[in-house]
């Protein structure tokens, strides 16, 4: 394949660049699945109940999405550069205290911090890969960067499974140590500094970060509970409420703030809305996936953690295939067919564990809905970041990333409840319930896609003869 022009006064070693910055994207998504496998073993070690080990997991995806936006935020204020590195210390920095833990309080405490340092880095991260890009080559490094997220989350299960089966399930947090603090000082190096965007003095706007954590808090709260409540109590009702109160109020604080949060007019731009619906589909399909395979495999099956590792191998790699394959034919197709395509493979490989709990058929089903998922993944980045204007690359990366995080909550968060019975080992029609409803949920998202993505560009269709 030929190598894309580079434009004028590009930074020479931005490829270089693009692929430190990616292996510390990497950390932070392998961060949600690394841990899914371990999840059996905490569960044992520190006797952990079901709510608390999905709170091990919405803890750190919770806040990472939470306080994305405020990150973004920072990013756009103070330079980018100064933001990733203070993150990636952070997150490193809390990685090691996390698997220190020694009880579930320390442990859903370390993910919180894991979160913190990962809001940081990750917009800003991505506000670099949009700002030493243009272009074809803009597109080309934002195809690599959804590769690496959606094929490294499916690897993330793979690698848990090897740390878990051989020195502990502690190795899973203190493995980022050593590769953060190395990644850290390279790019300390090699970066340029970037241009702080917002003129006159910075603010933050706090109360909006509170505002929407709270809020997604709720929420998250509201769907793990319902496993033990049931859906439609009161409780659940009051803290589904409080959700909408808290957006609602989220919003109007927005367009009041002197310096908000985010300009809310973004979100009804037709890309930014459409690739921030997409991230949040594919990656709480992908969270579902990793959450039910998981138990069901190390539970139901009784496979040890390496074992259930090596299963989700063929996932990682479907996940990579469809990306990168989506990454070379979306200049020429544009988001619309593809992202209907890859949602409704993702529909047909959920439905196959919904209707045989057969081992194979787990295997083979979730494997299809990833090569899906992993268009997605490109699809979204793409569209919503494609065209981002500079002094938006910050707060555009932040939103986007925000939805993939509160994808991954909603996703551990709903078939947890689902699939409770079967988690607590008493029965195995609660996993496939979970795919069914992650099926339903694709197949209601390809028409949502077909109706929300831009199509091919016009200057991009081929001229009639």
């Known amino acids: 394949m030929n190598q894309p022009t580079a434009q004028p006064g590009a930074h020479p070693t931005r490829w270089r660049i693009l692929g430190l910055l990616g292996v510390a994207q990497l950390m932070l998504i392998l961060d949600v699945t690394v841990v899914a496998i371990a999840l059996p073993h905490i569960e044992t070690d520190l006797g952990l109940t079901r709510e608390a080990l999905t709170w091990t997991v919405s803890a750190y995806t919770l806040t990472f999405g939470g306080l994305m936006l405020l990150g ?47 809001a940081l880095l990750s917009p800003s991260a991505l506000s670099l890969v949009v700002t030493l890009f243009d272009g074809d080559e803009r597109n080309k490094a934002l195809g690599i960067w959804s590769a690496l997220g959606g094929g490294g989350a499916a690897l993330g299960v793979l690698l848990g499974g090897l ?95 002197r310096s908000p949060l985010m300009d809310v007019r973004l979100l009804v731009r037709r890309p930014v809305a459409t690739g921030a619906f997409l991230i949040l589909m594919a990656t709480a399909l992908m969270i579902a996936v990793f959450f039910l ?131 607590t080992g008493t029965t195995l029609s609660g996993f496939a319930g979970g795919f069914t409803v992650a099926a339903v949920a694709a197949a209601v998202a390809v028409v949502i896609a077909a109706l929300m993505t831009p199509g091919r560009p016009r200057q991009e269709e081929p001229a009639l003869s």
Do not use: C
Request: proline share 3%.
């Open 72 to 118: 973004g935020r920072i990013s756009d204020l103070v330079g980018a550069k100064r933001v990733m590195l203070a993150g990636l210390l952070l997150f490193t920095a809390a990685s090691l205290a996390t698997g220190l833990a020694d009880s579930g309080a320390m442990l859903v405490g370390g993910r919180i911090a894991q979160g913190v340092g990962a």
């Open 293 to 423: 395979g998981t138990f069901y495999f190390q539970q139901a099956q009784g496979y040890g953690a390496l074992h259930t590792g090596l299963l989700f191998l063929p996932v990682a790699v479907a996940t990579m295939l469809g990306a990168n394959l989506t990454g070379r034919l979306i200049g020429r197709w544009g988001g619309r067919a593809l992202a209907v395509g890859g949602l409704a493979v993702a529909a047909v490989g959920m439905a196959v564990p919904a209707v045989s709990l057969h081992p194979v058929a787990v295997v083979i089903g979730v494997s299809v809905a990833a090569s899906g998922t992993g268009a997605l993944f490109v699809v979204a980045s793409a569209i919503a970041l494609g065209q981002v204007a500079p002094q938006e690359a910050g707060i555009a990366s932040g939103i986007v990333s925000t939805f993939h995080e509160f994808g991954a909550s909603l996703g551990a968060a709903i078939v947890s409840s689902v699939a409770a019975a079967s988690l």
């Open 163 to 257: 740390l878990t089966a051989g020195p502990g399930w502690s190795w899973v947090f203190y493995v980022n140590v050593p590769i953060g603090l190395v990644i850290a000082g390279v790019l300390a190096v090699l970066v340029p500094n970037q241009r702080a965007w917002a003129a006159g003095r910075p603010r933050l706007d706090v109360l909006g970060a509170v505002l929407v954590t709270a809020a997604t808090a709720s929420l998250i709260y509201a769907l793990i509970d319902a496993g033990e409540r049931g859906w439609l109590t009161p409780f659940i009702g009051w803290l589904v409420l409080a959700a909408v109160v808290g957006y609602v109020l989220f919003v109007v604080w927005q367009r009041r703030a």
